[in-house]
């Protein structure tokens, strides 16, 4: 829970108990619910910096009376004695804002026999029988509340310490493909619902070039016209055929008709000309279109509309549906795109065919909360792509694909080594399982 709640936040527990899951949670604002006055006396007594309250959750009277919105409504082992679960979660709606995020956790009924056993030696609390949900289910139950699943955890092979042995099975054994069918724990996080159709935002272009001349005015010349306002931002990175003096001549042929601004970088990599940009970035949204322009600028409205009216928090781009020009991409770089694209969608659990696709765009306060917990991966990502990527799914954000039509290059050379950048890869998916699953 820890891991998927960043720490001061505006936390609601419906069913908290005696207040410890809540209070590790370290909230900024923190309410908990439950209908036992006696563990609510007890929470109160030990955690007095929190709000608790005597009442049902599935009474909408009483969720009426908590003030909202909170960042984070949890229900933890309590949902299978609800009554009626999607009437609760539809009543929830109204403690949340568009960013709130829902999280339920529920045990396996696999483990019923071995939960009775704990119970009968007094290893584990006794409980009142609940309601048998499997996660298809409460997938069904979300989707009738208007809530969407955008996270799906499974947790906890061995539910004891054993002098060390069980902590290292859960972290690095329990959350491997198959045998996290097997975990005790189920996790899921959901988002509200909720669609914009007539939010106007603006919009940042941020394009990334070293040894770009011949793509920067193309890049002015081809863009389309789309948001509420839009400024482009080229980010030279030390080039050694003119591209810096480039972007300024088209910054000043085009400042009657183009907001333009020029920075130059004092790192190297394109993760760094990334930050670099989205730190002098004004618009809403912000945008990512690689100076090779293999991704056409024409395409970009359709990005900018996905976050516009709120179908997704992220979208990437991806390469590998629409038929590519010959010699848009090499085949043994098709062929590992494919094979790293199957490995991070399990690592992010959102289905991601091309992660290297440079493409991406996400709202503006949502990459400033990535900010803030960047610290938990550090400076590990000389592409961009992954720092982006991986901080999305720590933040719970809905992220989704859309295809673009890749081109061959019209001007310069690749600037990707297959072998070289193919090993960082192979870093970067240990990276993400010791940060994403091995928690």
């Known amino acids: 829970m820890r891991f998927l709640i960043p720490r001061r936040k505006r936390v609601l527990e419906l069913g908290c108990g005696l207040g410890d899951l809540l209070a590790s949670l370290e909230p900024s604002h923190g309410v908990g619910l439950d209908f036992s006055a006696g563990a609510i006396d007890r929470a109160k007594s030990q955690y007095p910096d929190l709000d608790f309250i005597v009442g049902d959750v599935e009474d909408p009277d009483t969720l009426s009376s908590i003030e909202g919105p909170f960042d984070y409504v949890v229900i933890s082992d309590t949902i299978g004695m609800f009554e009626k679960i999607d009437e609760t979660l539809r009543t929830v709606h109204r403690l949340c804002s568009p960013e709130t995020r829902l999280i339920i956790a529920y045990y396996s009924h696999l483990w019923e026999p071995v939960l009775k056993i704990g119970e009968i030696f007094k290893l584990k609390s006794k409980q009142p029988p609940i309601n048998y949900f499997a996660t298809a289910d409460f997938l069904n139950l979300m989707d009738l509340a208007d809530f969407e699943v955008i996270r799906h955890e499974q947790r906890q092979l061995l539910p004891r310490k054993l002098l060390g042995f069980g902590s290292f099975v859960n972290r690095f054994i329990a959350p491997l493909p198959g045998i996290r069918r097997l975990c005790l724990r189920t996790y899921l996080v959901g988002r509200p619902i909720r669609q914009f159709p007539d939010r106007k935002l603006s919009a940042s272009i941020v394009v990334p070039c070293r040894n ?208 070289r950048d193919g090993w960082l890869l192979l870093k970067m998916v240990v990276f993400a399982y010791r940060k994403l699953k091995a928690i």
Not at 279 to 299: F, K, Q
Not at 317 to 333: C, F, I, K, S
Not at 345 to 362: E, M, P, Q, W
């Open 212 to 419: 770009e001349r011949g793509n920067i005015e193309n890049a002015i010349t081809r863009m389309p016209r789309f948001g509420s306002q839009q400024e482009i931002i080229f980010v030279e990175g030390n080039s050694v055929d003119g591209t810096f003096e480039e972007c300024e001549r088209v910054r000043d042929k085009y400042k009657g008709d183009w907001q333009i601004k020029v920075v130059k970088q004092e790192g190297k990599g394109k993760g760094d000309a990334v930050r670099k940009g989205f730190a002098n970035a004004s618009g809403d949204v912000l945008m990512i279109l690689d100076a090779d322009l293999t991704m056409p600028p024409e395409e970009l409205p359709r990005y900018h509309a996905i976050i516009e009216t709120g179908k997704a928090d992220f979208v990437n781009g991806t390469r590998l549906v629409y038929p590519m020009e010959d010699e848009a991409m090499r085949p043994l770089n098709f062929l590992a795109n494919r094979t790293f694209a199957y490995i991070f969608s399990y690592l992010v659990n959102t289905r991601l065919t091309d992660t290297l696709c440079g493409t991406k765009v996400l709202r503006r306060d949502n990459y400033e909360a990535l900010i803030k917990e960047r610290s938990y991966f550090g400076d590990f990502d000389p592409f961009g792509d992954f720092d982006l990527i991986f901080g999305a799914a720590k933040q719970n954000l809905k992220m989704i694909e859309t295809p673009v039509h890749y081109k061959a290059r019209t001007f310069g050379e690749t600037q990707i080594s297959r072998f």
